[in-house]
């Protein structure tokens, strides 16, 4: 296998992203990695290098316009860790509200793993675990505001 660094081409995807991994696959190479793994690494470099310039952009951070934006309910674009319960829980209980919104409550306001939405195979049950989620939490306010004493629940 031959170094990578005259295919750089860093200007594209990631650049600096795509600079280590080159610097990686070079890295194997001096070390005399296995020839599979050079080739299946040197594959992927290449395929990397033939995607659009902005091809990472989608995983790193969502993409939104500003039609989608207007469209979002208040609650979830001011802010999620901030919202009041009972503002929270209207959403939920909120037949027409898209799952999409449903999986960032969960996981923006509750850190349910992203992966872990695939085991609420349809909406009803995310709105189950959500409305759990918002009880439990709720339950903690109140057990929180006793410990403290305060008088206000």
């Not at 793993?113 to 995310?126: A, C, D, E």
Request: aromatic content about 6%; proline content about 4%; overall charge positive.
């Amino acid at each position: 296998m031959t170094n990578m660094d005259e295919k750089r081409g860093d200007g594209k995807i990631g650049g600096g992203l795509l600079k280590v991994l080159t610097a990686n696959y070079n890295a194997l190479v001096s070390a005399r990695a296995d020839e599979g793994i050079l080739k299946q690494y040197s594959a992927l470099l290449r395929f990397l290098r033939a995607q659009p310039s902005d091809f990472l952009e989608g995983f790193i951070h969502e993409k939104r316009r500003p039609e989608e934006l207007q469209l979002l309910p208040g609650i979830i674009r001011e802010g999620l860790q901030t919202a009041p319960l009972n503002e929270l829980e209207k959403l939920v209980n909120d037949d027409g509200i898209p799952r999409k919104y449903l999986e960032r409550i969960a996981i923006e306001r509750f850190s349910v793993p992203r992966g872990s939405m695939r085991s609420f195979w349809n909406k009803q049950t995310l709105v189950e675990k959500l409305r759990s989620l918002i009880d439990n939490e709720r339950a903690h306010q109140i057990i929180g505001a006793v410990a403290r004493g305060d008088q206000k629940q």
